[in-house]
């Protein structure tokens, strides 16, 4: 038997490609508490970043983190649900302060503690209702190994542009499971900064221009005045009730993601000529959809996929490609479908289906079922 | 020393109640700032959720207004960011605050983070209506509160005294001039902490009418003192400027053996943690893909480390893995009783391929190919694992058994492992009369 030289491979799981990613990217500073399944992320950061801090706990890993972004460097930190319900006010704080960060939530079985060591895709009606008010959390899901790598460094990249906390959604298995990782795949690595204000006139912390993302100065700074408030705020950053002022100032949060989320949006479309049926998948069960779709294009049915990874805020552009299709099916790995509520709220649509369950990866005969059913 | 022109706060009225401590605090921490000739631009002042919090307006210093409790944990992370004891953190924090914060006091004091927290105590919660918070002291009434604490509230500058790290902590009575005492605060290297006393005039004094402040007190048991005062290392942020990558070219595996392998294949090991399942998983997988294969590994547990099963799914194929689960396997390698309660569900799905099993075990019923071999007798628990890897290597020839050692042979597992014993082991037939099963003679 002759011997086929394949092209050389990595033996990595996603944890390793995030993080290294993240310290290519230029991330300063890792903050972890421990948490099954977030842990690989915590040591291999420990290995590789700039700065390590293992916080006392959750509360105060966003807390600590946030200390950093006010002083312009780009914190990390990763965890899970019951770890980042501790966080949820603190990254509320983040919001409104508009500090830049990267929150990589590891998604497990709950509710509670649930299974610790059991996957899952259950937090996204959670990320969806996170901001008090109405506002979008932006959340990014990998749905490979080269998400893993290449969506890493653009969801810093989104928290630096829009000055604001990113969640990027894995779960268990995208973060421990090991895989053969082909070496070319790893594209190269932009360093990303933080531009800092270099106006001759006086720094004002939440001024905008037409971006609607004010101009950054670090806490320190030698010449300006620099102010960071958690409370509705003036454009000077100081605290008002409900003036005019102040509530545009809260309205532009939203107004930003909506306004710049052509830059950071990110989807696989395979659209297929001639089908009727749309499948929709993200995170751990869109490599069941894409096994799915393959063998049921083998089987010379005609299907088309989406994957979004730019999950929140939702993107025109998905409502575009839907509008395509006759029959929808939305599967993901929780109780309820709660992507597809998110799109289609709890009234759905008679056109949608969903293929949901917990405990275990949606195989992808459960998906060629409910796609070919009637 | 009288005060310059304002260097830290601006002309306008305080925000606070007519005799109120805020106000003093206030003016006294400008006073201490002058004393010690710092630029308000090397000041960087955090503050709490409580009436003290709506200072942020009046200072001219850099202002980071957080939430409630939360002030030490940021002013932590500013702090350890700066990572510059040039640059002065003080935090502005009411006795509400630190109780819900208490963690991040005792925290941010235990390793010596370079701030100053300034406690403003006025025994109650002044902005939400007077309710007690844990420093009210026995006695002390308030409106939610009208019979008065039943207990003695925290001392706090003993608490973060006990604590070792802090550099400075006093108590202090919030009247007149305490400039030079918070300008001893502000000087320390590390952390420092100062506990002002006050009383809320709109809900402290009310409910309490006539007590005066040195009467609460005296009556507290709380000592006005100095409790710390010494020369601490202050916490330094290591900011490394070499790594080496978690991974490079030079860890890549070439392809160096042949695999006639034509469809995916799917293995599971089921077997007790602790026994090698993870490693036996490992080896097989890094040989497959030294044969040319593309491979995944997925890990299952449970919860504790070293207990109850230990599981995994190995896919090992010629095109790229999309699904990384294994809901039916080809072969299942089953090595401790752990091992056969997690595999139960899966061996009663499966259609075909076959299951190696411990003949310590009965195999449940199963349309796979059930094969006893006593791998923990011939093997031991601890090599159970990689006996069955090596079995089912043989069984299947999916590569050459020259890959599997290859690997195996870089790890340290193989420098204490008789290799010769094992496949003497493996080749030695086996028969199994103990069980009433359908028996398979190898």
Redesign the interface.
């Known amino acids: 038997?002759?011997?086929?030289?394949?092209e050389?491979?990595?033996?990595?799981d996603g944890s390793?490609l995030i993080?290294?990613s993240l310290?290519r990217s230029g991330a300063d500073?890792f903050?972890g508490y421990p948490i099954?399944p977030a842990n690989l992320l915590y040591s291999?950061s420990l290995?590789?970043?700039?700065?390590?801090?293992a916080a006392?706990?959750e509360?105060?890993a966003l807390?600590?983190?946030?200390?950093?972004?006010?002083?312009g460097?780009f914190?990390v930190t990763a965890t899970s649900f019951p770890g980042f319900a501790l966080m949820l006010?603190?990254v509320n704080?983040a919001y409104m302060?508009e500090l830049p960060m990267l929150i990589i939530l590891v998604q497990r079985l709950g509710p509670a503690t649930g299974?610790?060591?059991c996957g899952a895709q259950g937090d996204l009606a959670l990320l969806t209702g996170a901001i008090s008010g109405g506002f979008s959390l932006p959340v990014i899901s990998v749905s490979s190994m080269k998400d893993c790598w290449e969506l890493s460094h653009n969801a810093m990249k989104m928290a630096i542009d829009l000055r604001t906390p990113v969640v990027l959604l894995t779960s268990k298995?995208e973060i421990?499971?090991?895989?053969?990782f082909a070496?070319s795949q790893l594209s190269e690595i932009n360093l990303l900064e933080r531009k800092q204000y270099s106006g001759a006139e006086t720094f004002v912390p939440y001024k905008t221009n037409e971006t609607l993302v004010p101009d950054f100065l670090p806490?320190?700074?030698?010449?300006?005045?620099?102010?960071?408030?958690?409370?509705t705020h003036d454009q000077k950053?100081?605290?008002q009730n409900t003036s005019k002022e102040a509530i545009d100032n809260t309205k532009r949060l939203e107004l930003k993601h909506q306004k710049n989320l052509k830059h950071h949006l990110y989807y696989e479309y395979d659209g297929e000529k001639g089908a009727n049926t749309l499948l929709i998948s993200y995170g751990i069960t869109a490599?069941?959809s894409?096994?799915a779709v393959?063998n049921l294009r083998e089987q010379g049915e005609k299907v088309s996929l989406l994957i979004p990874k730019t999950l929140l805020p939702v993107a025109p552009e998905y409502f575009d490609i839907i509008e395509k299709y006759n029959k929808i099916v939305i599967a993901e790995e929780n109780l309820s479908g709660q992507y597809r509520k998110i799109l289609f709220g709890e009234f759905g649509n008679k056109k949608v289906s969903g293929v949901n369950g917990i405990a275990?990866?949606i195989?992808?005969?459960r998906i060629t079922e409910v796609v070919l059913s009637k | 020393m009288e005060l310059e022109k304002k260097k830290f706060l601006t002309d306008a009225d305080l925000p606070f109640c007519k005799g109120c401590g805020h106000n003093h605090i206030a003016a006294n921490t400008e006073k201490a700032l002058q004393l010690l000739g710092y630029d308000p631009m090397n000041v960087v002042l955090v503050t709490d959720i409580g009436c003290h919090g709506i200072i942020d307006k009046s200072f001219l210093t850099h202002t980071v207004h957080g939430l409630h409790g939360r002030s030490v944990a940021l002013a932590t992370g500013v702090s350890a960011a700066l990572n510059n004891p040039e640059k002065k953190v003080i935090v502005f924090i009411g006795d509400g605050g630190a109780t819900i914060g208490m963690q991040h006091l005792i925290d941010a004091a235990h390793n010596g983070f370079n701030m100053t927290v300034v406690i403003h105590n006025n025994m109650l919660y002044g902005m939400t209506g007077g309710q007690p918070s844990e420093f009210t002291p026995a006695g002390f009434k308030t409106p939610t509160l009208p019979y008065g604490g039943k207990k003695t509230g925290y001392d706090i500058c003993k608490l973060i005294a006990a604590v070792e790290g802090a550099s400075y902590v006093c108590r202090l009575e919030g009247i007149s001039d305490f400039s030079e005492q918070l300008a001893e605060a502000f000087s320390k290297k590390g952390f420092s902490l100062v506990e002002v006393m006050e009383i809320c005039p709109s809900y402290g004094v009310k409910s309490n009418p006539g007590m005066k402040l040195s009467k609460v007190i005296e009556n507290a048991g709380l000592i006005i003192n100095k409790f710390v005062d010494r020369e601490v290392d202050n916490y330094k942020t290591e900011v490394k400027t070499e790594f080496r990558s978690l991974f490079s070219e030079s860890d890549a595996i070439q392809t160096k053996f042949p695999s006639k392998l034509e469809k995916p294949f799917r293995l599971m090991l089921c077997g007790s943690a602790g026994e090698g399942v993870q490693a036996a998983a490992e080896f097989i997988l890094k040989a497959g893909i030294t044969s040319g294969l593309n491979g995944t590994k997925k890990g299952s547990y449970p919860v504790t480390d070293g207990v109850g099963f230990s599981a995994a799914e190995i896919i090992l194929s010629s095109e790229e893995i999309l699904y990384t689960g294994s809901p039916n396997p080809d072969v299942i390698c089953v090595t401790s009783s752990d091992g056969l309660e997690y595999a139960r569900k899966t061996l009663a799905n499966m259609k075909g391929g076959k299951l190696f099993i411990d003949s310590s075990l009965k195999a449940p019923d199963t349309k796979a190919e059930v094969i006893y071999f006593p791998f923990r007798e011939r093997g031991g628990a601890k090599n159970s694992s990689i006996y069955s890897i090596f079995y089912f290597l043989t069984k299947t020839q999916l590569f050459p058994m020259d890959s599997l050692l290859s690997v195996f042979n870089e790890n340290k597992i193989a420098k204490k492992f008789d290799q010769d014993k094992m496949f003497q082991a493996l080749n030695e037939p086996f028969v199994d009369g103990l069980t009433d099963n359908k028996k398979v003679i190898v």
């Open positions: 038997m002759s011997v086929e030289i394949k050389n491979q990595l033996i990595m390793e993080i290294e310290a500073v903050i099954t291999n290995e590789r970043f700039p700065s390590f801090f006392p706990d509360i105060s807390q600590w983190m946030c200390g950093f972004s006010t002083t460097k914190p006010e603190s704080m302060m299974s610790a060591t298995e421990m499971t090991l895989a053969s070496i806490v320190g700074d030698k010449k300006n005045q620099v102010r960071y408030t958690a409370s950053g100081i605290i490599s069941a894409r096994e393959k275990e990866m195989t992808p005969a």
